[in-house]
């Protein structure tokens, strides 16, 4: 891969990273109740789901995808499912007063296991279509197909999960900085309707999400 095509992707990284969907949303979500450190465990199920999707638009099986009706519409309905049962817990979810400013979990708000966080972190990425419509659309662009193709989906995949780890981790501090203006139980009802209300709209707008020509 030429340094110049390289350093384009770069730059397309950070865009697609920095652009709010989905993930971002759950890092915020999760850096504000949990902290960051804990948070890092979700990110690090983010970047797994989405090293699949770029693996799987890489090897033109993102392509079969969005040639075959029937496999995108499961595709599709399981990340909307996924996305707005997620926001509904979320909604629900019991609060309690933040004891710490420092990042800290709360001591009165239930904290999902390590493996609960990365499963969330995983499937809110495998399941979206947007990511498997944006990749396949993206992915060939920076392709050279008279080059083996293993070595390039490798750099590719490495440059855009360095990315995201960095831009997610953000998303997660700055929410967790948050945590200070959000110690009361009323604050912290307001948060969980904001953030699972954003992910029930993002569920339900993946349903709108169409294969390519």
Same mark, same amino acid.
């Given at each position: /891969?030429?340094?110049?095509?390289? /350093?384009?992707? #770069? +730059? !397309?990284?950070? !865009?697609?990273?920095?652009?709010?969907?989905?993930?971002?949303?759950?890092?915020?979500?999760?850096?504000?109740?949990? &902290?960051?450190?804990?948070?890092?465990?979700?990110?690090?199920? $983010?970047?797994?789901?989405?090293?699949?999707?770029?693996?799987?638009?890489?090897?033109?099986?993102?392509?079969?995808?969005?040639?075959?009706?029937?496999? =995108?519409?499961?595709? %599709? =309905? !399981?990340? !909307?499912?996924? $996305?707005?049962?997620? &926001? =509904?817990?979320?909604? *629900?979810?019991? +609060?309690? +007063?933040?004891?710490?400013?420092?990042?800290?979990?709360?001591?009165?708000?239930?904290?999902?296991?390590?493996?609960?966080? =990365?499963?969330?972190?995983?499937?809110?990425?495998?399941?979206?279509?947007?990511?498997?419509?944006? /990749?396949?659309?993206?992915?060939?662009? #920076?392709?050279?197909?008279?080059?083996?193709?293993?070595?390039?989906?490798?750099?590719?995949?490495?440059?855009?999960?360095? +990315?995201?780890?960095?831009?997610?981790?953000?998303?997660?501090?700055?929410?967790?900085?948050?945590?200070?203006?959000?110690?009361?139980?009323?604050? *912290? *009802?307001?948060?969980? *309707?904001?953030?699972?209300?954003?992910? /029930?709209?993002?569920?339900?707008?993946?349903?709108?999400? %169409?294969?390519?020509?």
């Amino acid at each position: /891969m030429e340094l110049q095509v390289w /350093m384009a992707y #770069f +730059v !397309a990284s950070w !865009a697609i990273a920095l652009s709010p969907g989905s993930g971002a949303v759950l890092s915020m979500t999760h850096g504000l109740a949990y &902290g960051v450190k804990k948070t890092s465990t979700t990110i690090a199920g $983010l970047q797994l789901g989405l090293a699949v999707i770029l693996l799987v638009a890489g090897v033109g099986v993102g392509a079969l995808l969005l040639a075959s009706a029937t496999a =995108f519409t499961v595709v %599709k =309905f !399981a990340g !909307a499912g996924y $996305l707005i049962w997620l &926001g =509904f817990n979320q909604w *629900r979810a019991r +609060v309690g +007063v933040v004891p710490e400013a420092d990042g800290a979990a709360p001591a009165q708000v239930a904290v999902p296991s390590a493996r609960e966080r =990365f499963v969330m972190g995983f499937f809110t990425n495998v399941t979206n279509p947007k990511g498997i419509v944006f /990749m396949v659309a993206v992915l060939p662009q #920076f392709i050279d197909p008279t080059r083996g193709l293993g070595l390039q989906l490798l750099i590719l995949l490495a440059t855009t999960v360095v +990315v995201d780890l960095i831009v997610m981790h953000g998303y997660a501090f700055l929410a967790s900085r948050a945590q200070r203006w959000l110690a009361t139980a009323r604050a *912290r *009802r307001a948060q969980n *309707r904001v953030f699972g209300g954003v992910l /029930m709209a993002m569920g339900a707008s993946l349903l709108l999400v %169409k294969r390519a020509a």
